[in-house]
């Protein structure tokens, strides 16, 4: 077998995500050829997706010390680098590939993926639309597009992106997610009968998994926005069945992790110690996953003393990073920074913060499971505030229920008994953070907060030491902070009421995970 061919076996092997048959194939090959480029770069990618990314630093190193003109192995690289946090190495290179080969598509995409992540999606937009002047068909940008257009509220614009994608691609399932998200089913039912027709369409059978959730959660959503939730349930519980069978999510141990956050807390040792505190204050938003921490997030960051940084994981990466190893925590290696007269912690996150480059002292994160670090926000972020969103427990938990997530975070909301369970896990724990520290947490009621929108709000920026503005209830119109999650189109809209409830129509369907919710098992 030539090297061509070894190269697309390996390649083949990754797309199947056989990494450790790729691995021992590609080392073989790296005996054979030990100055070859496109073997190391090869080697890195496979690393890469392996989660293992500073090997993967190691290899694309290699493989441009043998070439450095090899753009490819520099946009991985640049790639690695981002996934890692080190911004500034990722767009040093992502610019230099462009600067050199100004049509590089890939790296125009990447380099959009980098601004994106720090919330500077207009810049993103900018590169999708170079790239897509040198190639106007190319999904991967349009779709791109359509995200970027979807996270600043551009919403017909972002349709309109799909719709190119639906008419190049009928058969883009992801895309017709997309759609889904957009379309409001009960005034314009075209793209439900297209739905359908795909369902019904002799090779469906063949469809990959991926594709068949991304049509059931379409649909899921279409025939509840249409009030037909006997079929809007049946297609929701297909696609959170498949999502679940790949899916090794083990819920006890995250009741272990928080066993020993509790543990861990009720030494007092540990509570008194006192940080320095920093010029630059975070609001950290959270509670539990669409409990209404986008639109708390939306009003705070309107106000012209606040910038929005979207739903960050610096501080979950900082901790586990640092004091988290086999679920248990390192006790000595946290006094010993809490004893530090610097305060490493709060100046990690803030370098991470730097980089998006806000032009106000007062920043949020509206990371909704935050809620598991509070204790260490208090001990390391002493000038810091928490607010905390929570919702009618049946109303929270079918909207998880009922979409598809990206991040690996939320493998526990795919299945009713699960759903339920964390749901409790998450009670208990907030039950035991107010015990401790209840002056430093604001409880924002989703209920609350469409109901009384203006009382709610000036509460809200009272306890952030934030005078009242008219804006922060105008933040539909604001489009000051881009969205990354599945609230962009509710965050597009003035505060309504009709998701108040909504469980109502699904109780009959969730008897299972509402049963645990009313036990509190």
Same mark, same amino acid.
């Given at each position: 077998?030539?090297?061509?061919?070894?190269?697309?076996?390996?390649?083949?092997?990754?797309?199947?995500?056989?990494?450790?048959?790729?691995?021992?194939?590609?080392?073989?090959?790296?005996?054979?050829?030990?100055?070859?480029?496109?073997?190391?770069?090869?080697?890195?990618?496979?690393?890469?997706?392996?989660?293992?990314?500073?090997?993967?630093?190691?290899?694309?190193?290699?493989?441009?010390?043998?070439?450095?003109?090899?753009? !490819?192995?520099?946009?991985?690289?640049?790639?690695?680098?981002?996934?890692?946090?080190?911004?500034?190495?990722?767009?040093?290179?992502?610019?230099?590939?462009?600067?050199?080969?100004?049509?590089?598509?890939?790296?125009?995409?990447?380099?959009?993926?980098?601004?994106?992540?720090?919330?500077?999606?207009?810049?993103?937009?900018?590169?999708?639309?170079?790239?897509?002047?040198?190639?106007?068909?190319?999904?991967?940008?349009?779709?791109?597009?359509?995200?970027?257009?979807?996270?600043?509220?551009?919403?017909?614009?972002?349709?309109?992106?799909?719709?190119?994608?639906?008419?190049?691609?009928?058969?883009?399932?992801?895309?017709?997610?997309?759609?889904?998200?957009?379309?409001?089913?009960?005034?314009?039912?075209?793209?439900?009968?297209?739905?359908?027709?795909?369902?019904?369409?002799?090779?469906?059978?063949?469809?990959?998994?991926?594709?068949?959730?991304?049509?059931?959660?379409?649909?899921?959503?279409?025939?509840?926005?249409?009030?037909?939730?006997?079929?809007?349930?049946?297609?929701?519980?297909?696609?959170?069945?498949?999502?679940?069978?790949?899916?090794?999510?083990?819920?006890?141990?995250? !009741?272990?992790?928080?066993?020993?956050?509790?543990?861990?807390?009720?030494?007092?040792?540990?509570?008194?110690?006192?940080?320095?505190?920093?010029?630059?204050?975070?609001?950290?938003?959270?509670?539990?996953?669409?409990?209404?921490?986008?639109?708390?997030?939306?009003?705070?960051?309107?106000?012209?003393?606040?910038?929005?940084?979207?739903?960050?994981?610096?501080?979950?990466?900082?901790?586990?990073?640092?004091?988290?190893?086999?679920?248990?925590?390192?006790?000595?290696?946290?006094?010993?920074?809490?004893?530090?007269?610097?305060?490493?912690?709060?100046?990690?996150?803030?370098?991470?913060?730097?980089?998006?480059?806000?032009?106000?002292?007062?920043?949020?994160?509206?990371?909704?499971?935050?809620?598991?670090?509070?204790?260490?926000?208090?001990?390391?972020?002493?000038?810091?505030?928490?607010?905390?969103?929570?919702?009618?427990?049946?109303?929270?938990?079918?909207?998880?229920?009922?979409?598809?997530?990206?991040?690996?975070?939320?493998?526990?909301?795919?299945?009713?008994?699960?759903?339920?369970?964390?749901?409790?896990?998450?009670?208990?724990?907030?039950?035991?953070?107010?015990?401790?520290?209840?002056?430093?947490?604001?409880?924002?009621?989703?209920?609350?907060?469409?109901?009384?929108?203006?009382?709610?709000?000036?509460?809200?920026?009272?306890?952030?030491?934030?005078?009242?503005?008219?804006?922060?209830?105008?933040?539909?119109?604001?489009?000051?902070?881009?969205?990354?999650?599945?609230?962009?189109?509710?965050?597009?809209?003035?505060?309504?009421?009709?998701?108040?409830?909504?469980?109502?129509?699904?109780?009959?369907?969730?008897?299972?995970?509402?049963?645990?919710?009313?036990?509190?098992?």
């Amino acid at each position: 077998m030539d090297l061509k061919n070894k190269v697309l076996e390996i390649q083949q092997l990754i797309n199947l995500n056989k990494i450790s048959k790729a691995l021992l194939k590609c080392e073989k090959l790296i005996k054979k050829f030990p100055n070859n480029s496109f073997i190391f770069n090869l080697y890195g990618l496979i690393m890469q997706k392996d989660g293992q990314l500073l090997r993967s630093v190691v290899q694309f190193n290699k493989a441009l010390s043998y070439d450095p003109n090899n753009f !490819a192995a520099m946009n991985n690289l640049a790639n690695s680098q981002k996934n890692l946090y080190n911004f500034k190495d990722a767009e040093y290179l992502f610019r230099k590939i462009i600067k050199e080969d100004p049509n590089n598509i890939k790296a125009l995409n990447n380099y959009a993926n980098l601004k994106k992540e720090i919330n500077k999606y207009k810049d993103a937009k900018s590169l999708l639309l170079m790239a897509l002047e040198i190639d106007p068909n190319n999904i991967d940008i349009i779709s791109n597009i359509a995200a970027c257009c979807h996270g600043i509220g551009e919403l017909e614009e972002a349709k309109n992106y799909a719709l190119k994608i639906a008419s190049l691609q009928p058969y883009n399932t992801t895309n017709h997610r997309f759609l889904s998200s957009i379309i409001n089913y009960s005034k314009e039912k075209d793209h439900l009968e297209t739905l359908e027709k795909l369902l019904s369409i002799e090779n469906f059978k063949n469809f990959l998994p991926s594709e068949k959730i991304d049509l059931y959660f379409a649909l899921g959503k279409a025939y509840e926005d249409v009030k037909n939730f006997k079929n809007s349930h049946k297609f929701l519980a297909k696609a959170n069945y498949i999502m679940k069978q790949n899916s090794n999510y083990d819920i006890s141990k995250t !009741a272990k992790l928080f066993d020993n956050i509790i543990k861990l807390f009720n030494d007092s040792e540990i509570l008194n110690f006192k940080k320095k505190q920093s010029t630059k204050k975070i609001i950290f938003i959270c509670g539990m996953p669409r409990s209404g921490t986008t639109l708390v997030e939306q009003i705070v960051a309107s106000h012209s003393k606040v910038s929005g940084a979207g739903e960050l994981q610096y501080l979950s990466n900082i901790i586990k990073d640092n004091f988290l190893e086999n679920l248990k925590f390192n006790k000595q290696k946290i006094i010993e920074e809490l004893s530090n007269d610097e305060n490493i912690i709060l100046e990690k996150f803030l370098q991470l913060l730097n980089f998006h480059d806000f032009d106000t002292d007062i920043i949020t994160d509206k990371a909704p499971q935050n809620f598991i670090w509070i204790g260490f926000i208090k001990l390391f972020f002493p000038n810091c505030k928490i607010i905390h969103c929570s919702r009618n427990p049946k109303d929270n938990c079918l909207s998880l229920y009922k979409n598809y997530f990206s991040s690996s975070t939320m493998s526990w909301a795919y299945d009713q008994i699960e759903i339920g369970k964390y749901y409790n896990l998450y009670r208990n724990i907030m039950i035991f953070w107010k015990s401790k520290f209840n002056d430093f947490i604001f409880d924002a009621s989703y209920e609350n907060l469409v109901n009384s929108p203006e009382v709610e709000v000036k509460k809200m920026l009272s306890f952030c030491n934030l005078n009242w503005e008219a804006d922060c209830l105008n933040f539909y119109n604001n489009k000051k902070t881009p969205v990354q999650t599945v609230s962009v189109s509710q965050a597009s809209k003035p505060i309504y009421k009709s998701s108040v409830n909504s469980s109502e129509a699904y109780a009959e369907y969730l008897s299972d995970m509402f049963h645990i919710l009313d036990s509190k098992i």
